[in-house]
């Protein structure tokens, strides 16, 4: 049997077993029929048509005497979907077909739209050509493969100098440029808009606010006015791109609180899967921003709301509990507010396995040998790798001061041992990171004299975009990669280095401050704060003799195959289908049968 034809046989069961389930109520419910009068009975009848009782398990009976039968109804239904998840993931090889044949099979003609700030491909203008440009961002990174998979539309700001100059008159423009098999729908914003929502808001405000980095959250009332303007334009976008009124609205990050309820007030049967890919903070913390009240009511909006870890969703319910009017059922992670159910769920995100920018990659070690040739390296230098946005939150200051700890405590390492740091220039706009860059530039050149000779310095600094493909001969051209983030949603930086070791050789040191490390334990876990635990990691990556290095590669490459950014996807694409599903189940229900009761007044 197919995989498709054992899910539409699974289908059918749940199905059948679900109107089992309600069969059997409705036959409970007559016993109380001595006990409730008929118009009570037929408004919870109504409430219950209407979604509000037993054919919604997420929900309460307002009627006392049907609550024990609710409770049981809940947890057979949630046993029932636990089982089938469980075993729908288990059974699918996870990659871009598998993909295609769940939004085929499950999603069929239904339309998929993501919104995200940062889109997958820039048009720049470089000498009077354009040229294009994938930008090193984890959030792209990790959703372009999906688009490739499911041939929808991509919403984003427009920011590319050359952008406006390559799309048609309805601002759209195919990609990828070798293969389009997706389009980008581009949205353009001005100066002020720009300002007050991306730099001032969003990077000033909500940013270090979600990331424990120690520097203090700016909140201005303009710029927070910019913000609720550029998520309403952005909320009008999507009505324009969308074909039916039902779509399936993938809404990525921090950037849009507000749109997941901007959406759902003009498309009521969207389904809008929210994936908040930074860190939620406690409650405590998160009441420090003047609009948390709006913020999570608009991240209420949608039907479903990811995080990567149990931990940020814990938090974030914890923050709804306190300040917002709801009702939260703790077991199921499901907030009922206004009217609308949103489920909670954590989805680790990850890569795509094997990486399109593998492809035509050179061998390790031509790589090994071409990365120390271009960088004027002897060939048995010893290399450590940095691959970053110049970002305070990205722990590059202590990487650096755990370099200098290792030549002060083994100084043998002096003259064979060099850490290449890449970081892209990230919103050189904001005062904090020209501070930022300024202290990186000064903490490396210090070490660099302190420690370097002709020929020779510890730290290659370079702060200038490298397209992903000399990434990835980078990550295969050394002998570790060092992780240091003081605080990171997941960080794909890990897994990107892990699934280019094709040769299962190399070293991941890895902060215990990231998603990744929860799920990576075989890395040198390090608290990036304790500058000596850094160190002694360093020292001891460079000393790993090969046979431990082979048996921890192996090992988080095994996890990153099967854990890849194709199944966590299908994961949200299926839990949004069954929620289509009971949708549409309930909703015939309701139309056929609360129009015969009420006939029967």
């Not at 970081?423 to 202290?439: C, E, I, K, N, V």
């Not at 099967?562 to 229900?589: C, K, P, S, Y």
């Amino acid at each position: 049997m197919s995989f498709l034809q054992k899910r539409s046989s699974d289908t059918k069961f749940y199905i059948f077993s679900l109107f089992g389930a309600l069969a059997a109520v409705i036959s409970l419910i007559t016993v109380f029929i001595a006990q409730i009068s008929l118009r009570g009975w037929i408004k919870g009848m109504r409430a219950l048509l209407k979604g509000e009782g037993l054919v919604n398990p997420f929900l309460h009976v307002g009627t006392p005497e049907l609550r024990p039968i609710v409770k049981d109804l809940r947890v057979l239904i949630r046993d029932l979907e636990t089982e089938r998840r469980a075993k729908d993931e288990n059974q699918i090889s996870w990659s871009p077909r598998a993909l295609k044949e769940i939004l085929n099979k499950e999603l069929t003609g239904d339309e998929i739209l993501i919104v995200s700030n940062r889109e997958p491909y820039i048009h720049v203008k470089k000498n009077d050509q354009i040229e294009v440009q994938f930008p090193a961002s984890g959030l792209v990174t990790a959703l372009e493969p999906i688009m490739r998979a499911c041939s929808g539309t991509w919403i984003a700001h427009g920011g590319g100098n050359a952008d406006r100059e390559v799309v048609d008159k309805h601002d759209h423009i195919k990609v990828p440029p070798e293969n389009p098999s997706y389009q980008i729908r581009r949205v353009w914003l001005s100066k002020e808009e720009e300002q007050g929502y991306y730099y001032g808001f969003a990077n000033e405000g909500i940013w270090p606010l979600c990331h424990i980095a120690h520097v203090r959250p700016v909140f201005r009332s303009q710029d927070w006015t910019q913000y609720v303007a550029v998520n309403e334009k952005f909320a009008k976008t999507v009505v324009e791109e969308a074909k039916t009124d039902d779509p399936v609205v993938l809404v990525q990050d921090y950037h849009f609180a507000l749109l997941p309820k901007m959406i759902r007030e003009r498309l009521p049967k969207a389904t809008v899967i929210t994936f908040w890919h930074i860190p939620f903070p406690n409650s405590e913390v998160f009441g420090i921003c003047p609009w948390r009240d709006e913020i999570l009511d608009g991240l209420l909006g949608s039907s479903i709301l990811g995080f990567h870890t149990r931990f940020h969703c814990n938090n974030f319910l914890d923050s709804v509990d306190r300040f917002l009017e709801c009702r939260i059922d703790r077991e199921t992670s499901i907030v009922s507010y206004k009217g609308v159910s949103t489920a909670i769920n954590h989805y680790p995100i990850s890569i795509e396995y094997p990486a399109k920018w593998l492809e035509d990659q050179k061998p390790i070690a031509e790589c090994r040998k071409h990365i120390r040739g271009i960088n004027g390296f002897p060939k048995d230098r010893m290399l450590g790798i940095g691959i970053d946005r110049l970002d305070y939150t990205k722990g590059i200051l202590e990487r650096f001061l755990a370099v200098e700890r290792l030549f002060e405590l083994e100084p043998k390492w002096i003259g064979k041992f060099t850490f290449v740091q890449i970081a892209a220039p990230s919103r050189t706009s904001l005062d904090q990171y020209q501070t930022f860059d300024a202290a990186v530039r000064s903490l490396a050149t210090k070490i660099n004299k302190r420690f370097g000779k002709e020929g020779y310095e510890p730290i290659c600094l370079k702060i200038e975009h490298h397209e992903p493909r000399q990434v990835y001969e980078y990550y295969r051209g050394v002998d570790l990669c060092f992780i240091s983030s003081l605080h990171d949603g997941m960080n794909l930086v890990a897994k990107e280095f892990v699934a280019s070791r094709d040769d299962e050789q190399g070293v991941l040191i890895l902060s215990q401050f990231t998603g990744a490390a929860r799920e990576l334990p075989e890395a040198l876990i390090v608290n990036p704060y304790n500058i000596d635990q850094c160190a002694a990691a360093l020292h001891i990556a460079l000393e790993m003799p090969m046979g431990e290095q082979r048996d921890r590669i192996r090992s988080m490459r095994g996890l990153i195959q099967e854990f890849n950014v194709f199944r966590w996807a299908g994961r949200m694409l299926l839990d949004a289908a069954r929620l289509r599903q009971r949708t549409r189940l309930f909703g015939h229900i309701q139309d056929r049968y609360l129009g015969k009761a009420q006939s029967k007044l």
